[in-house]
């Protein structure tokens, strides 16, 4: 069983597009990330979520909202997509946010903005 | 200030021969985590190593080992026996306290058969 799971792997579509990305986790973590990956590879922390709750939103357009149904969810919806968007996408996991603790990243999944 | 700096955007090593990725950081946390991810060319980050701030030894797994130097605030990654499969992007990342993971730029390692 994949721990961290992401889907779409894959999602191209146009500008102006409203799309979503759902991730779950089965670690019983009770962390979540969302994190973009530039063509550059450049990692950047876009949110956090411990127990549902938001506790890391970083300069993001409000464009893109996340929302956390419970511990083991994290889901990123992004409304009026913009070129500037094209990037992965990973989500991550981890059992807390203490100094020890790693963190377990998704798959990624693939945007590309036409 | 960077929190996390990894100076070789590329490195080449030959097959079998081993290899030091370096990673610096700054903090002022006395409890903090380094950790290091490879990223190969199909795209999945995967976890490599950890070492605690109060890890006197340096962390190993397999072929690989965390150089962790307190006071030069370094934690440089050393791969034994390169093999192809090793080729990949590495990422250096820290947790102080109890904040946000931060991330290095990567650095790319081809290995040469």
């Known amino acids: 069983d994949t721990a961290v799971s992401q889907t779409p792997k894959y999602l191209v579509t146009q500008m102006g597009n409203d799309k979503s990305i759902k991730c779950e986790q089965n670690?019983?973590?009770?962390?979540m990330y969302w994190y973009k990956q530039d063509s550059k590879k450049f990692l950047k922390i876009m949110f956090s979520?411990?127990?549902?709750?938001?506790?890391i939103n970083e300069t993001v357009p409000n464009r893109f909202s996340p929302k956390s149904p419970d511990k083991a969810h994290l889901n990123l919806h992004i409304n009026s997509l913009e070129l500037g968007d094209s990037a992965v996408y990973f989500c991550?996991?981890?059992?807390?946010?203490?100094?020890?603790?790693?963190?377990?990243f998704g798959e990624g999944s693939w945007l590309t903005v036409v | 200030a960077q929190k996390i700096t990894q100076t070789q955007p590329g490195m080449f090593v030959q097959e079998k021969e081993a290899v030091t990725l370096d990673c610096t950081y700054d903090?002022?946390?006395?409890?903090?985590?380094l950790f290091w991810y490879k990223q190969p060319s199909s795209g999945e980050m995967i976890f490599l190593i950890y070492?605690?701030?109060?890890?006197?030894q340096n962390a190993t797994e397999g072929r690989y080992s965390l150089n962790f130097q307190k006071a030069r605030k370094s934690a440089n990654l050393v791969i034994s026996a390169s093999q192809l499969g090793d080729s990949a992007m590495y990422f250096c990342?820290?947790?102080?306290?109890?904040?946000?993971?931060?991330f290095g730029t990567g650095t790319s390692l081809t290995v040469i058969p």
């Open positions: 990342a820290m947790r102080e306290g109890w904040s946000q993971f931060y």
């Open positions: 670690l019983g973590h009770d962390t």
């Open positions: 991550a996991s981890s059992k807390d946010r203490g100094p020890g603790n790693t963190i377990y």
């Open positions: 070492q605690g701030s109060y890890d006197e």
């Open positions: 979520y411990n127990n549902k709750e938001l506790i």
């Open positions: 903090t002022s946390d006395q409890s903090y985590g």
